[in-house]
């Protein structure tokens, strides 16, 4: 059994901490992560094994907008609408020790669970170079290839419809 549970607002600074691990300069700060977390913090899920935070998964509700770089979507608050249908994954990520063991896939589950619980349309995420048959094994589809995504690598626009 993966322990995951929802994440409590006392989890953010170590999501920080793992983010900082993760992705080093390009990490989001410790206010961007907190603002993020008031814009749906139901969906949000974490692992957490020992007392230590080693996967979490970010998540904000929206109605619409259009993708092409990650800089349409750096301010998430602008594309957040808390009534809205569908439901974007913004950030899944899982300790460099711990990985290939299934916890992000069972991160991105829970997040379907979630939205099938509150009768949301459809999830839409872009996933990372290399990272689309995580997606597509959990039922997403491929939208559309963005080449342009970030100045050093691309990103593929998936979704999973729901209703
Ligand atoms: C992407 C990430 C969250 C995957 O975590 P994980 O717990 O290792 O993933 P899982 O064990 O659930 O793997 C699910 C499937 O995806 C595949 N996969 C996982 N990471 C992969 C990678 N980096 N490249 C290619 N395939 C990958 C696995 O092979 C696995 O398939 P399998 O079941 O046939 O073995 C983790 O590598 C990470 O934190 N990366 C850095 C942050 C990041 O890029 N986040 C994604 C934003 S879209």
């Not at 953010?12 to 907190?34: K, P, V, W, Y």
């Not at 929206?62 to 602008?78: A, K, L, P, Q």
């Not at 950030?91 to 460099?96: C, E, I, Q, R, S």
């Not at 689309?132 to 080449?147: A, Q």
């Amino acid at each position: 059994m993966i322990p995951i549970r929802n994440t409590e607002r006392k989890d953010l600074r170590r999501i920080h901490t793992l983010e900082q691990i993760i992705e080093g300069e390009n990490a989001a700060s410790r206010d961007a992560i907190e603002a993020r977390f008031d814009l749906c913090s139901d969906g949000w899920f974490v692992v957490e094994m020992n007392r230590k935070i080693v996967g979490y998964v970010e998540v904000v509700r929206y109605e619409d907008f259009t993708i092409n770089t990650f800089e349409d979507i750096r301010d998430f608050s602008r594309i957040s609408d808390p009534a809205g249908e569908n439901l974007y994954i913004i950030f899944l990520a899982v300790h460099p020790n711990r990985r290939k063991r299934g916890y992000a896939s069972w991160l991105v589950q829970n997040v379907i669970w979630y939205a099938k619980k509150q009768k949301l349309r459809k999830i839409r995420v872009v996933a990372g170079q290399g990272l689309s048959p995580l997606y597509e094994k959990l039922g997403f589809e491929v939208i559309r290839h963005l080449p342009n995504f970030l100045p050093i690598s691309t990103g593929t626009e998936m979704e999973l419809q729901l209703y």
